[in-house]
């Protein structure tokens, strides 16, 4: 395999190409790494909840059909206790009414931290062009 050496206009042409990273790039780029790591986490904390409330509904749509009388094991802790029917549907929508409180502060951190990442990529692409690339 044959090595070609760069001529002096070569490494010249290279050198107007690259542009210098200054330091408030630099941290533009970490901040922007910084948020996408926390969108993900987020993402993913969002489908889990998301789960947990499809499977309290399910739970609640099961409940409908038990009889008044019986009493409903349900978790606590590490425990099951024997409650009640109406005292069950009641902690079940308990439980999805925080669920989605939870959920709706979640879309509202993720709806910012996504707004942050939209202004550091104009500023970004403002700056470096096509050198750069901020697609996640």
């Known amino acids: 395999m044959q090595r070609r050496m760069l001529s002096k206009e070569d490494e010249a042409a290279v050198g107007k190409d690259e542009l210098e990273v ?5 941290d533009k780029i970490n901040k ?5 790591q926390r969108e993900t986490a987020l993402e993913d904390e969002l489908k889990v ?6 499977d309290l509904e399910e739970l609640s749509n099961e409940l409908e059909l038990a009889d008044e009388d019986d009493k409903i094991p349900y978790k606590i802790g590490d425990t099951f206790v024997s409650l009640p029917l ?3 549907q009641e902690m ?17 951190k993720l ?11 104009v500023q970004l692409y403002a700056r470096f ?3 750069i690339n901020l697609e996640t």
């Open 86 to 88: 109406p005292e069950v």
């Open 111 to 121: 709806s910012t931290i996504r707004e942050e990442m939209e202004q550091l990529k």
């Open 22 to 26: 200054r330091r408030e790039d630099q």
């Open 49 to 54: 909840k998301a789960k947990d409330k499809e």
């Open 32 to 36: 922007f790494s910084r948020l996408h």
């Open 92 to 108: 079940l929508a308990s439980s999805t009414e925080q669920i989605e409180e939870s959920v709706s502060a979640v879309e509202g």
């Open 129 to 131: 062009g096509k050198s």
